[in-house]
């Protein structure tokens, strides 16, 4: 408002000292059409618009453009950055999963060799102590077959002596050692 | 001045709305010449502090992860450059610098313009005549150079009716040389109307009684006059855009 007190002593001043007559006259209506001012605006608005002119495109533009550019071209690294980070990740997940199942397929290898190791050695023990058992069989059968050989002759033997001694006893030497002997066996083989 | 003193009730209730829109030497009570030091000079030259504080201070760090000021720097620079991309296309890119001189100068003055006490240079026909003309002068020009005589196709509607051509070419012909007309105007007239509504406003303040609703309507005028000074300036630079693209591509 201070504007408004101080106008119009001013215009007055200006009125009575003969100057800005023109001016004077134009600001009744409106100041933009106050052409003797014209050529001062344009003046000033040329200068003003070539400073602008001249920091916007040699130094402001080309700065932001470039921070501009930089950021897209960070942003554009780091999101292929993640990109390749990601696919890393998968891949280090496939291995793992891949060892994993690896191990597994090793381990049941492993199992099914200890167990096919072990069903041989198995199978081997079985077999020898098989063969062994059969052996100790045969070897008893044997020995009570001689058992049963010597427990026959010695009944045979004993046979004859005592049909010798019958036969001495009875007739004696009307029958020789021969016959007795012959009939005994006969007589035990039927 | 005394033709403008309307009213004098309450004890000097004056209105000089249009005050504020004279062009005045900073020092002494000369003449206005052409290279005098005045007003203009002086909000002119904050126009251009302002936008060397906001493009060039604001952006000194060239930080990846922008402070607030270069944050501000970059939304201006991708809102022109889009806006101009969209606009004319890839081959109007190269005129962006043009484009954005013009624009933060219209934003920056009219921003500046609402400072209480501030001179309003864009509200003066000879500031946004000089802009529209310097636009209109541009664009025909590049037009011819671009396109030789081809330009004139411009004003030929190849898509009406054989009949109807000429009578749209007359037409097309006084819009073409109305665009710097209106062009400097209209901004000129909102920046002017919008000061000027608010001065009257300040001057009913003068009166106790009116003066809680006269300071209400200032607010919610001085809010108006915030989104107009950025939709002038958005405006006067999209319609630049426009007749660039004419000029680019002169085909209907």
């Known amino acids: 408002m201070a504007e408004h007190n101080l106008s119009p002593e001013a215009q007055g001043m200006a009125d009575a000292l003969g100057v800005d007559g023109d001016h004077a006259g134009a600001s009744a209506g409106m100041p933009q059409l106050d052409f003797s001012s014209f050529d001062n605006q344009i003046v000033w608005l040329l200068i003003t618009l070539v400073v602008i002119y001249f920091v916007l495109s040699r130094v402001a533009l080309p700065r932001i453009g470039s921070v501009l550019a930089e950021r897209a071209g960070t942003i554009t690294n780091d999101i292929a950055a993640a990109e390749d980070l990601k696919q890393q990740a998968i891949d280090a997940e496939a291995a793992y999963e891949k060892a994993l199942v690896d191990a597994r397929a090793e381990a049941g290898r492993i199992v099914g060799e200890t167990k096919a190791a072990i069903q041989v050695d198995l199978d081997k023990a079985i077999a020898k102590a098989d063969a062994e058992i059969a052996a100790r069989a045969a070897e008893g059968e044997k020995a009570i077959a001689a058992i049963r050989d010597s427990a026959a002759e010695s009944a045979a033997t004993v046979a004859k002596d005592i049909a010798k001694d019958i036969v001495a006893a009875v007739a004696p030497g009307k029958i020789d050692a021969k016959s007795i002997t012959a009939a005994v066996n006969a007589k035990m083989k039927g | ?252």
């Open chain 2, 1 to 252: 001045m005394a033709t403008e003193a309307q009213g004098a009730e309450e004890g000097g209730l004056v209105f000089h709305p249009m005050d504020q829109f004279i062009v005045k030497p900073l020092f002494g009570m000369g003449e206005v010449g052409a290279f005098t030091i005045t007003n203009v000079t002086l909000w002119m030259a904050l126009t251009v502090v302002c936008i060397i504080l906001l493009l060039v201070m604001g952006t000194s760090r060239r930080a990846i992860v922008p402070s607030r000021s270069q944050s501000i720097a970059e939304m201006m620079y991708g809102f022109v450059y889009k806006m101009v991309e969209d606009v004319t296309g890839k081959d109007g890119v190269k005129y962006f610098p043009y484009i954005m001189t013009l624009f933060m100068f219209i934003l920056v003055s009219n921003f500046l313009g609402l400072l209480p006490m501030a001179f309003t240079t864009t509200s003066h026909i000879a500031v946004t005549g000089v802009l529209a003309m310097m636009v209109f002068l541009a664009v025909t020009i590049l037009g011819f150079v671009k396109n030789g005589i081809g330009f004139l196709g411009l004003f030929w509607v190849s898509s009406a009716p054989l009949a109807l051509r000429p009578i749209l070419a007359l037409i097309e012909v006084i819009s073409y040389f109305v665009r710097p007309v209106s062009h400097s105007i209209r901004l000129a007239g909102n920046m002017m109307a919008g000061h000027a509504v608010i001065k009257v406003f300040a001057a009913f303040a003068a009166i106790a009684a009116i003066s809680p609703l006269s300071i209400l309507a200032i607010t919610a005028m001085y809010g108006l006059e915030i989104l107009v000074s950025g939709i002038q300036a958005y405006v006067f630079a999209i319609l630049t855009c426009v007749y660039l693209k004419d000029a680019l591509h002169p085909a209907h």
